[in-house]
């Protein structure tokens, strides 16, 4: 089956302790994604990467790193998380090495930063 | 002022109605999505448009790139269309998705 995963679905944490949210995609996309939701602002995107080793920042890359060493996995890092980290993130995919095609969601990942 | 708005915010409509949700967008886009938010959380894709009009079944998605504008519509609305949708736009000359907030609909029997 076509997806995207994201692992772990939900995570309690506390300040300062480093943490990876895993994402991954079986569909063979070049462009991937992470963003962010929050009550009241919507979605807002981190980080997205058009290919391996190309990455760019979104909208609210402060506090996070990504890498992308290979096609299918693009892992979302938090060094040293904080409360104000405490959100629903979503990673996505598609198609093409851009926007400009439809977007693949994961199911959603529940972080709580203590 | 946000790049992307839509209205209504909310909206709440008896089955059977024709339904139309908004999106004006504040820069030059290259595409625009729609996409829908079940109340369980998870976000499917309805419709990428970079000029006139799309249909799926039935919904239907516009827009006017001159008017920076696009308009999502359901046709004879049923409850199971209840979500949030969410218009996001792909600015000119970059690769990146811009959101707007999103529109809860909610359809009664």
């Known amino acids: 089956e076509a997806q995207v995963t994201q692992n772990p679905r939900y995570l309690i944490t506390v300040t300062g302790k480093k943490l990876t949210v895993t994402c991954s995609q079986n569909?063979?996309?070049?462009?991937m994604s992470w963003y962010r939701q929050d009550p009241g602002l919507g979605l807002r995107q981190i980080y997205y990467?058009?290919?391996?080793?190309?990455?760019d920042k979104g909208d609210v890359p402060e506090g996070y790193k990504v890498s992308r060493k290979e096609k299918r996995n693009f892992p979302l890092i938090l060094e040293s998380p904080s409360p104000n980290q405490t959100s629903l993130y979503f990673c996505a995919s598609s198609y093409g090495t851009s926007g400009i095609s439809e977007q693949f969601f994961g199911p959603g990942t529940r972080l709580t930063v203590l | 002022k946000n790049e992307v708005e839509q209205s209504p915010q909310n909206l709440t409509a008896q089955e059977g109605e024709f339904i139309t949700i908004n999106c004006s967008y504040s820069?030059?886009?290259?595409?625009l999505h729609w996409l829908q938010q079940h109340p369980g959380g998870g976000i499917v894709s309805l419709f990428m448009l970079s000029s006139g009009k799309k249909k799926h079944g039935r919904l239907i998605a516009t827009i006017n790139i001159q008017e920076k504008h696009s308009s999502l519509h359901i046709t004879a609305s049923h409850p199971r269309d209840s979500a949030v949708y969410i218009c996001?736009?792909?600015?000119?000359?970059?690769?990146?998705?811009?959101f707007g907030k999103g529109t809860h609909l909610i359809i009664q029997p």
């Open positions: 990467s058009m290919n391996v080793e190309v990455t």
């Open positions: 569909m063979n996309h070049e462009y």
């Open positions: 820069v030059g886009i290259s595409a």
């Open positions: 996001a736009v792909v600015r000119g000359g970059a690769d990146g998705l811009t």
